[in-house]
């Protein structure tokens, strides 16, 4: 059985870290060893298991920001309780967010971009460029609509930004200017 899992409970972004899982067994065994990052795995091996504590490693790093369940796996070839096979952790990667930045006039974002610049990795697109980063939103810690009417966005767009806000608990600021709320058609 899968005994623990340690690793540090934080990280920054492209920092290295070692996962380490703790196996107990009844007799020697040999059995596949998954890490897995988010259900994808991102490690596995044939371990070979010895009667009573083993130990075994590996090194991770996260490539996005936010919380991770970190779990391992053990398969092993003959097992009577495979209930306790898999453990489940968490950690979280901070580092620079990212931020897409629509910009509705094409001239007007370099002070925005410049003021969240030190925190946020901010990419600036114009209104006509949205629609290839309709799929791409949850990749976003925040989307800004700035001076952007409605109307020169994609069609979905709103429908995207709606998803990315209730399923990815994305946020999204608007800034106003003479193509915006009352004056234009951000409704």
Request: hydrophobic share 35%.
């Amino acid at each position: 059985q899968v005994m623990s899992l340690s690793h540090p409970q934080s990280l920054s972004m492209g920092e290295k870290t070692e996962l380490k899982v703790v196996v107990q067994s009844n007799h020697d065994a040999s059995a596949e060893l998954r890490f897995m990052d988010n259900g994808a795995v991102v490690s596995k091996r044939i371990v070979d298991i010895k009667e009573g504590l083993s130990e075994f490693t590996s090194e991770y790093t996260s490539s996005s920001l936010g919380i991770h369940e970190i779990s391992v796996r053990l398969v092993p070839v003959q097992d009577t309780a495979k209930e306790n096979n898999t453990y489940y952790s968490w950690l979280e990667v901070a580092g620079k967010g990212n931020i897409l930045l629509i910009d509705g006039t094409g001239r007007e974002a370099a002070g925005l971009k410049y003021m969240l610049s030190e925190e946020y990795s901010v990419t600036e697109i114009e209104p006509e460029e949205a629609e290839g980063y309709m799929n791409q939103l949850a990749a976003y810690q925040g989307v800004i609509l700035m001076n952007v009417s409605n109307a020169d966005l994609p069609e979905g767009f709103d429908k995207a930004l709606e998803t990315y806000v209730e399923k990815y608990g994305g946020g999204v600021l608007t800034t106003g200017g003479s193509n915006t709320y009352a004056y234009g058609s951000m409704t």
